[in-house]
C-alpha cells in the first residue's frame, strides 16, 4: 500500500487517516504532563507530608503506580541506550548520602524520606523515555511544543475555574506547577517561539499568550528576566549587524533607533495619563510588594537577601551540603531564623544534592560555547537557566520543571539547528 506524508502521520492511498504509533505515545505523554497535581495522589505507594512546624505547608509529596512506571521504563531506556554517566552520577549521590548517614543524625534513610531524588528521577526518566520510545528529533522537538502550548493554556483553565484564591493570593499557575514553575514555562515559551520556524500570527498569538500568563502568575523575578532578554537580544543584534554587515545603511538604522524612541514615548504618555489606573493595579498586585522593607517577608527583596545568608551560613557549616530531603533544608533555615528555603536554586540543589550540581553549570555553558549563534534560540533558554538559576528560585520539587530543564538541554545539544533564526530580526 502506497502512503505519503501528512502532518506527521501518513494517508493511504483512499485518503484513510493512518495515525502513527509515534503519536499515540506523544499523546500519552502530553496527557501525563497536563495532570493536575491531585492526580498523583491517587494510587500513591509513597507520600511525604510537611511537619506541623514547618511554615510552607505546598510540599505533600506523592509517588505513585504511575510515576513508579514512567521510572522503570525510563531506567529500562537508560539501560539499553547505556547511559553510563546516568549510573555514575546515581553512585556518586548514593555514596554521599551515606557518607552523610554516617556523620550526621538527619539523613534520607533514617527520616524515609526520598522525594527530591525521586522528583529528580521521575522528570528525567520522562525524557529517557521519548528519547527511547519516540526517537525521531523531530517527534520529540514538535512533543515540546505541544507540552509548552498546552501548559500555558492551563493557566487559562485555571483563571476560568476561579483558582488564584487562597494561598497563591490571586496568583495563577498551569497545571500541576507552582507560580514560579509557571513563570519559567512563560519566559521559555516566548524565548522558543520567538525563534522557532513557524508563522508569524501563530507565532504572535503563543507570545502574547505566554506574555499574559507570566503576569497572571505573579512571577515578577521571571518578568524582569523576560524584559532584560528583550533588553540584550536587540543590543546584541544592533552590534552583530554593526561588526559584520559590509556596509552599514545609517538611515535605516537612524530610522529604526527615532521609531523605537517615539514607540517608548508615546508608552510613557499613556502611562502618565492612565497613572491612577496603573498604581491602583500595582498596589493591588503583589509586584508592588517586592519593594516591602520587612526583614523576615518572604516575598521582598530584603527577604529573599536574608535566605540567602541564611543559605551560605548552611553551606559553611557542611561544605558538601546536607542529606537530601526538603524538611531538612527547611528545618536548619528555621534554626537560622528564616521560615522558609534559599531563594537560589544553585544554592538549594548544591545543600541537597552536594557538588554534583556544579556539573550541569559546566554542561550548560559547554553547551552554549558549542551553538555559539546568538540567533538560536537554545542559546538564550540556556543562559536563562544560568542566571536565574543562580539569583533566584529555591529546590526544584516538581518534576514538570525537572523535565523542562533536561528536555531544553537534550534538544540544544542534540537538534539545536532547528531553533536558529535566518537573519536579526523579528520579522
Not at 511554615?55 to 514512567?70: A, E, M, T
Request: with cysteine.
Amino acid at each position: 500500500m502506497e502512503y505519503k506524508e501528512y502532518n506527521g502521520n501518513q494517508l493511504n492511498k483512499r485518503g484513510a487517516l493512518t495515525i502513527r504509533v509515534t503519536t499515540i505515545i506523544s499523546l500519552i505523554f502530553l496527557l501525563i504532563l497536563i495532570l493536575p497535581d491531585d492526580a498523583f495522589s491517587k494510587l500513591a505507594i509513597y507520600e511525604s507530608t510537611t511537619p506541623s512546624y514547618i511554615r510552607y505547608k505546598w510540599l505533600n509529596y506523592y509517588f505513585n503506580i504511575l510515576q513508579l512506571g514512567i521510572v522503570f521504563f525510563g531506567l529500562y531506556v537508560a539501560f539499553v541506550l547505556r547511559k553510563k554517566w546516568f549510573v555514575l552520577i546515581a553512585f556518586l549521590m548514593a555514596i554521599r548520602e551515606v557518607f552523610l548517614l554516617l556523620l550526621t543524625d538527619n539523613s534520607i534513610f533514617t527520616s524515609n524520606r526520598y522525594e527530591m531524588y525521586l522528583t529528580l528521577l521521575v522528570g528525567y526518566s520522562l525524557l529517557l523515555c521519548m528519547e527511547g520510545f519516540i526517537g525521531n528529533g523531530e517527534d520529540i522537538t514538535r512533543l515540546f511544543e505541544w507540552f509548552l502550548i498546552a501548559n500555558v493554556l492551563t493557566i487559562y483553565v485555571n483563571v476560568i475555574m476561579g483558582g488564584g484564591t487562597g494561598i497563591l493570593e490571586g496568583r495563577y499557575h498551569a497545571s500541576n506547577l507552582d507560580v514560579g514553575g509557571t513563570g519559567t514555562l512563560c519566559v521559555i515559551c516566548c524565548i522558543y517561539y520567538l525563534f522557532c520556524n513557524k508563522s508569524v500570527f501563530k507565532k504572535t498569538l503563543i507570545i502574547i499568550l505566554s506574555l499574559v500568563g507570566l503576569f497572571l502568575s505573579g512571577s515578577r523575578a521571571n518578568l524582569l528576566f523576560l524584559i532584560l532578554f528583550f533588553a540584550c537580544y536587540f543590543v546584541a543584534i544592533i552590534i552583530r549587524r554593526i561588526t559584520t554587515a559590509e556596509t552599514v545603511d545609517r538611515r535605516k538604522l537612524f530610522n529604526r533607533f527615532i521609531a523605537s524612541l517615539l514607540g517608548i514615548i508615546i508608552i510613557l504618555i499613556i502611562l502618565f495619563l492612565n497613572r491612577n489606573l496603573i498604581i491602583s493595579i500595582f498596589e493591588s498586585s503583589r509586584f508592588f510588594s517586592m519593594f516591602s522593607s520587612s526583614w523576615g517577608q518572604d516575598d521582598s527583596v530584603l527577604g529573599r537577601t536574608a535566605s540567602l545568608r541564611a543559605g551560605f551560613d548552611i553551606l559553611s557549616h557542611y561544605p558538601v551540603g546536607i542529606s537530601g530531603f526538603f524538611i531538612n533544608l527547611q528545618q536548619e533555615m528555621v534554626l537560622r531564623g528564616y521560615p522558609t528555603f534559599p531563594h537560589s536554586t544553585l544554592l538549594s540543589s548544591y545543600l541537597l544534592y552536594g557538588p554534583i550540581v556544579i556539573c550541569i553549570y559546566l554542561y550548560w555553558c559547554k553547551t552554549i560555547k558549542r551553538i555559539d549563534n546568538i540567533r538560536n534560540g537554545y542559546t538564550w533558554i540556556i543562559l536563562y537557566f544560568i542566571i536565574s538559576t543562580v539569583v533566584y528560585g529555591g529546590p526544584l520539587v516538581n518534576f514538570k520543571i525537572i523535565f523542562m530543564i533536561f528536555m531544553v538541554t537534550f534538544l540544544a545539544n542534540n537538534y539545536s539547528d532547528a531553533l536558529g533564526r535566518t537573519d536579526y530580526s523579528f520579522q
